[in-house]
Structure formats: C-alpha cells, structure tokens
C-alpha cells in the first residue's frame, strides 16, 4: 500500500464547478499536511498548509480528519487556470521528508 | 529574489555513462533535498541535507547514487553507470531552517538514458 493515496483521475469539469478531491496517508504519526500544485513539465508549488481545524485560502479550502487519516481539497468556482495535478503531501517529521501523493489531475474546461 | 536552480535543465545520456545534476538552493537556506519523478509518477524522495548533519540517504534506490553537498550550499547529484530505468525529471528542493516544512522545488534536470 502507498504511503499517501490519491485518486489520479482525470477530473474534467466545467468552469465554475465546485471540485473535490480525496487523499489518504498510512502514517498514523504523520505530523504536517500540504496540498502542492504541479502544472504540467513544471516543479511542484505549494497551494496550502492543511490544519486539523480546517483552513480556507480564496476558492480553496482544505480539512484533515485525523482520525480517519483523511485529507481533502475543495475548489469552488473553477477557474480555467486551475487545470493541474495536486498533488497530497504529508511530513511525517522523519528528517522533513516529504511523502508525495500520485496527484489527481484536474482539467478545467470553458 | 533567486530561486532554486539546477542544471542541466536536460540531459541525455547512453546506458553505462556517469551523469553529474547540480542544485543551487535558495540563499541561507539550510535544507536541500533531492527527489526524482518518473514518468506519471509522484515524487520519490532521494536524500536530504540539513546544515552540517550526517544526510539522510534512506531514499537513494542503489549505490550507483550518491549526493554531496559542498560548504552548505549546492549539491551535486551523482548517478553512475546509468540504467534506462533512471531516465525521470530530478527535482531539488530546499527550505530555511525556521520554515523547514514549506520546500521550494527547482525547475528540474530531465534526464533521459538511452
């Protein structure tokens, strides 16, 4: 089983259309959350810090359920530009490596 | 102000050839790593450097792999004897020590073995 677990999709929608997406991390001790974007032939960026309370950046908002070792990225209002792969990245404090996600790439269409 | 650099930004080479990638982190930044990038695929996490520390090797998938780190600064990835299973996109990445989850990635080396 991966470490971190994401559906790669692709996820083709409309813009304006709301999108979710789902990830899944092993680690029980896993300590820090991100969600990182990554166009395509580019490096990965980073979008947003995930915290247990919820956190909402724009159009983004980002939950971490603990419990269930569940992350989750919301989208509202698809812009064209938010066409990418996003990637789940988990730290699980072991030296500050990062653990990757295989990205779900999403395809905003007019 | 500057970002992480690396370079070459592609690089071909035939099976059994030695190939050298350099990264250039951010200034005063005291983290660097390397990951590399398969085709379709996630990152997979090389090997990490923080400050004068031992580096920590636990991702480096053979011993034909081997990284330094010169006067804290850049850092050269060595890949000997390449295979065709090595051609992937080589990122570095580096972070300041009072930020170390957040990683800014370079553009990348592509390297392709024929």
């Known amino acids: 089983r991966k470490e971190v677990e994401q559906d790669p999709g692709p996820f083709n929608v409309p813009e304006g259309a709301t999108v979710a997406f789902n990830c899944t991390y092993s680690n029980s001790a896993s300590q820090s959350f991100f969600w990182y974007r990554q166009d395509c032939r580019k490096e990965p960026k980073l979008l947003m810090s995930?915290?247990?309370s919820g956190n909402e950046d724009g159009r983004f908002t980002a939950q971490l359920n603990r419990a269930s070792q569940y992350i989750s990225l919301l989208i509202r209002d698809s812009k064209l530009s938010d066409s990418a792969t996003y990637l789940c990245v988990v730290n699980n404090n072991a030296g500050n490596m990062l653990t990757f996600g295989g990205g779900t790439r999403l395809m905003v269409k007019p | 102000g500057a970002g992480v650099s690396q370079s070459p930004s592609n690089k071909v080479t035939e099976k059994g050839k030695d190939v050298e990638l350099r990264c250039d982190p951010i200034s005063g930044h005291t983290a660097l790593y390397w990951y590399r990038q398969s085709l379709g695929q996630g990152l997979e996490f090389l090997i990490y450097?923080?400050?004068?520390?031992?580096?920590?090797k636990s991702g480096l998938p053979s011993d034909r792999f081997s990284a330094e780190r010169t006067g804290g600064s850049v850092s050269t990835l060595t890949i000997q004897r390449t295979q065709q299973e090595d051609s992937a996109v080589y990122l570095c990445?580096?972070?300041?020590?009072?930020?170390?989850?957040?990683?800014?990635f370079g553009p990348g080396t592509r390297l392709t073995v024929l």
């Open positions: 995930v915290y247990s």
């Open positions: 450097f923080q400050g004068n520390s031992a580096p920590d």
């Open positions: 990445a580096s972070s300041s020590r009072q930020s170390t989850d957040t990683q800014y």
